[in-house]
């Protein structure tokens, strides 16, 4: 079993900035790609940024040149640096890993964890 635990979440004013964390634990396992998801209050889970594990990203329309993702391979730990926050951020905020275990992928999601953006 692995587990995903997300922190950094809280609340910031417009146009301030958020690093979140989401570190992996468990045994015997590696990690391909990762990603950071976001759903808002009435809204579906979209997908923010993803992460491979050679380091190549991808981002959604709605978070390009603000949002940074990165991630520390022997910390089995991703990031997302969040810039120039705007109030229609505001949502609770996943991380996901795509986990390898005995030949096999899983796919894991932490817990979450709120940002708000006060206007």
């Known amino acids: 079993q692995v587990q995903l635990v997300e922190s950094g979440g809280g609340l910031v004013q417009a146009g301030g900035s958020l690093r979140l964390s989401c570190v992996a634990s468990?045994?015997?396992?590696?990690?391909?790609?990762m990603g950071w998801s976001r759903q808002a209050p009435g809204k579906q889970r979209e997908l923010v940024a993803t992460i491979t594990s050679d380091g190549s990203t991808n981002y959604a329309d709605s978070v390009k040149g603000r949002f940074t993702i990165f991630r520390h391979n022997t910390k089995n730990t991703v990031y997302l640096q969040m810039n120039s926050l705007k109030p229609e951020d505001t949502a609770v905020y996943y991380c996901?890993?795509?986990?390898?275990?005995?030949?096999?992928?899983?796919?894991?999601w932490g817990q979450g964890t709120q940002v708000t953006v006060s206007s």
């Open positions: 996901n890993a795509e986990v390898i275990q005995s030949r096999s992928s899983y796919d894991y």
């Open positions: 468990g045994s015997s396992f590696s990690i391909n790609a």
